[in-house]
C-alpha cells in the first residue's frame, strides 16, 4: 500500500480499480459518495421527510402491538374474569385491531412513496452518468476503458437499484423497528430491557464481524466483476482481432480464470452467512431464555404480572427477527456502496479540456492557426511537440507528412482541441482556442479520421450529423461534391438505407466518402484529415482528388497523408519528425531539393513505374 497518492489519485479514478485503500483515500472515498448522494437527495428532500414521517408513524403503531396485549392480559381480562365487565377487553381488542390496521395501511403508503424517490433518484443518477462520461475529455476516454464506463452505468447502478429499490426500506424500517422496540420494552420493563441491552454486547460484535469481512469480500467482487465485465466488452469488440489471431484459447483461459475468481469471492461472501446467521440465532436464543427465566421468577414471587413477562418475551422476539434481513441487506448495502464509490468517482472526475468560463464569439472564423511555442504530452514525463510553433495563414491547404509516430495526429487533435497544450497556444484568428466558445469551435474546425464512425440511423442523418437541420438537397449536394452520390444511390433504399441493416453495411472507403460528404456539410473554416483517404483504392482516389478540391476549396486544411498523391494538391508541404518541422515549403520546391521530402518522392515515383 502507498499512501504517496493521496486524495489527487483518488479523485483520478483513471487508474486500475483496486481494493486495497489507504485510509485517508477510503475516507476521501466515502465523503465523495456522501455528496453525491446529497446532490441526488436534496431535490427530493420533502419527499424523503413525508416517507421518514409516515415510516415512523407505522412502526409506531406495530410497536404498540405486544404492550397493548400486556394490557389486555393484565388489566382487561381480569376485569371480565371478576366483574364481568367485557368493555375493557373489547377496546383494547379494538385498538389492536386498529394499530395493526392503521400499521399495514401506513405501510402500504410507505411502500408507494419510497418507490417515488427511489426511481427518482435512479434516474437522475444514470442521466448523470451519461451527460457527464459524454462531456468528458478524449483524455479519459482514452485511459478509462469502455467496459468499465459500461459496468458504471450497467452493473453499478444495478446495485444501487437493487439497494434502493428492496434494501433500503428492509434496513431503515428493521433499524427503526428495533430501536422502538427496544424503547418499548424499556418502559414496559427496564430489567427485561437491561438483558436484552446486555445481549446487544455479543450482538454488536458479530455485526462488526460480519459487516467488515462482508464489506472486503463485496468491495473484491466488485473489483473482479469489472474486470470480467471488461475482458467481455473487449473480446467482443476487437472480435475481428481475436479471430484472425486465434486469440481464443488464450480468451478462454483468461475468461475462464476470471469466472473463477469471481465465483471464489462470491463464495467467500455466502460462507460469512453460515457463521453469522446461526450466531443471530444463538444470540436471540439466550436473550429471550434469560428474559424468561429472570421474568419467571419475578412472577412467582408476585414481582411481575403474567400479561407483561408476556410482552417482554414478544418484545425480545421481534427486537431479533428483523435484525436478520437487515443483515441481509447487509450486504446489498455493500455493494451499493462499493457502486456508489466508483459512479461518484467518475463523477466528480474534471474534463481535462473545460470549456471556457467567459467565452469569446468568433461569428464568422477566417481559418488562420496559429501554433505559439506550443510545448505538449500526453504524460508529464515525455513531450511529443518541444517548443512547437507553425503559422498556417487562412485558405492555406498543407500536407502533413513525416515517419509514424512524429506527432502528425498530435498536432491534428491539438488544432481540433482534444487536448490543450501544457505551456503555449494554439489560436483561430487570434483566439486562443481555449477561450473560444465550443459551438464556434466545433463550427470552425472539424478532423475527418480514419475511424469515419456511422452511427446507427440513414446514410442521410449521417451526413447530416454536423448540421441537423439540413435539408435533403443540402444532404445530396454534399455527398455529389465528394462524389459519394453514385454508390449512395445504388444502395437499397438510397439515402434513407440504415446502415445497421443489411445491405445497409458500407465498405471502409464508402464509410470514409460519407464522411467527407459530412465534413462538407458541415462546412468548417478549418477541415483536418487525418489518413482519411487510406482506405480508398487507387481509381477512387483519382476521382477522390477532384472531390477534395471541392472539399478543401476555400478553407484552411491540414491533411496528413502517407501517401504522396494527395500532397500534389496541397499549397504547402511540412515534413514532421520527433515532434518538429524539418522541411517547410511548396512541394514542388521540396521535390527539387534534396531534403527528405524529395527522398520520400522520388522513391515513390519509382515504385509507381
Ligand atoms: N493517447 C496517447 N497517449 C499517450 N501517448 C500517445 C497518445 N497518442 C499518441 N501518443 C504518442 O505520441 C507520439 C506521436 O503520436 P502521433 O499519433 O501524433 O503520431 P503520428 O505522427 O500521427 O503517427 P502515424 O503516422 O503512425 O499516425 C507517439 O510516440 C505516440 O506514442
Ligand atoms: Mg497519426
Redo the contacts with the bound molecule.
Sequence with gaps: MSSTGGTASVAGTTGEDRSDYTREESRAIRQRSLRLLGALVDPLRWQLVLALAVLVVSTALRVAGPALIAYGLNTALPQAMQDADWMPTIAIVGIYLLAGIGGAALIGWYAVVAARLTQAVMLDLRTRIFLHTQRLS??FH??YTSGRIISRQTSDLDSIRELLDGGLNELVSGVLYGAFTFLALLLLDWQSGLILAVAGLPLYLLMRWFYRNSQRAYRESRVVSAKVIVKFVETMTGIRAVKAFRKEPRNDDEFGGLSGQYRDVNMRSLRLFGTFEPGMMAVSAFAVAGVLLWGGLRVVDGALLVGTLLAAVLYVRNFFSPLQEVAMFLNSYQSATAALEKVSGVLEEEPTVPDPARPVDLWKAAGHVEFRDVVF???DD?T?LPHFSLDIPAGQTIALV????????????LVSRFYDPSHGAVTLDGVDLRSLHPKDLRRAIVMVTQEAYLFSGTVADNIALGKPDATFEEIRAAARAVGADTFIERLPDGYDTDVNKRGGRVSAGQRQLISFARAFLADPAVLIL??ATASLDIPSERQIQSALQTLLADRTAII?A?RLSTVSIADRVLV?EH?RIIEDDAPAALIAGTGKFAQLHSAWKQSLV
Design positions: 478524449l483524455e482514452e485511459s504530452g500526453y504524460a515525455r511529443i513525416g515517419t509514424t509516430g512524429a506527432g502528425k495526429s498530435t498536432l491534428a487533435k487525418d489518413e496528413i502517407h514532421m515532434g
